[in-house]
């Protein structure tokens, strides 16, 4: 399908829906989604931005940002999933934890007003990989035009471009509770360790990069077209030091480099299989 054809597919899908709520959190796929909505719906749109502990400050000032550059309409509503056992345990259901308690409080906070659906980000990629997230959007009803449309990440990526968005290139960026190993709790002293762990290594000047929690131990992954800079004794030391002050006792450079997700590769199949078949 040509893009220009997936795009107006998209953009008549919003009009077929008259009004909706987008759950954003300011990455390229949920920014996206509601920069068309507000363009194709004006005021029959909302974005809906959690104020959660797993997304890093700095993510939410720019989703924030983005918003107001592009007068698109926003509310901030506070979630509550560290206060749920099921996804402080952090098994391999906390995605699904996390977007429940999201489009729950989405509800309660819109229900009765004249927003008749909920969206979010999914676009054709994502069915493919372990995102037990997609469980949650399902049995709440919430829609997800992007894929529905035909849209890749790529297509995103360049629509966004040729619309002149400057997260058109934003590195992909899940939420924090993603960087931390499967069986360790999430509290909010974790949470802090790795988002001050990654403000780091931007303030070094790394681009796409993710800090992993193993308890006393953090394992680093860097792009692998970055990983050049980081393999010097200088930088090294810098960043044992910055990481052991963040409570860190070792600290490890992934020789794999950066990739999305791979926490889920220690992750038994019949754990997988179980959600994705929920």
């Known amino acids: 399908m040509e893009l220009a054809q997936k795009q107006s597919n998209l953009e008549d899908r919003l009009r077929q829906l008259g009004s909706v709520l987008v759950a954003y959190s300011g990455g390229i796929d949920s920014a996206y989604l509601a920069y068309v909505a507000h363009r194709v719906l004006g005021d029959a749109m909302l974005a809906v ?110 629509l966004a471009m040729q619309a002149g968005l400057r997260i058109w290139d934003k590195p992909a960026s899940a939420c924090l509770s993603s960087r931390v190993e499967y069986g360790r ?42 990983m050049p800079r980081a393999l010097n004794m200088e930088t090294m030391d810098r960043v044992t030091s910055a990481f052991r002050a963040l409570g860190f006792k070792y600290v490890t450079l992934d020789c794999e480099g950066y990739r999305s997700g791979s926490m889920n590769a220690i992750l038994p199949v019949e754990a997988i299989r179980s959600v994705n078949l929920q």
């Open 185 to 226: 709790p999430v509290t909010r002293e974790v949470l802090q360790q790795v988002e001050d762990g990654e403000a780091f290594l931007h303030q070094m000047g790394f681009r796409q990069f993710r800090v992993r929690h193993h308890g006393e131990m953090v394992r680093i992954e860097i792009a692998r077209e970055e």
């Open 49 to 158: 931005l959690a104020d959660s502990a797993s997304l890093s400050r700095a993510h939410f000032a720019d989703a924030l940002r983005f918003a107001e550059e592009h007068s698109v309409p926003i509310q901030v509503l506070a979630t509550a999933e560290l206060e749920d056992p099921e996804y402080v345990k952090n098994d391999a259901t906390r995605c699904f934890h996390c977007k429940d308690e999201l489009f729950s409080v989405m509800e309660k906070a819109h229900r009765g007003s004249r927003f008749q659906h909920l969206a979010y980000g999914m676009n054709v990629d994502d069915r493919g990989e372990y995102r037990p997230g997609q469980q949650a959007a399902t049995e709440h009803g919430v829609l997800a035009p992007l894929a529905e449309a035909g849209l890749t990440k790529q297509d995103i990526r360049t």
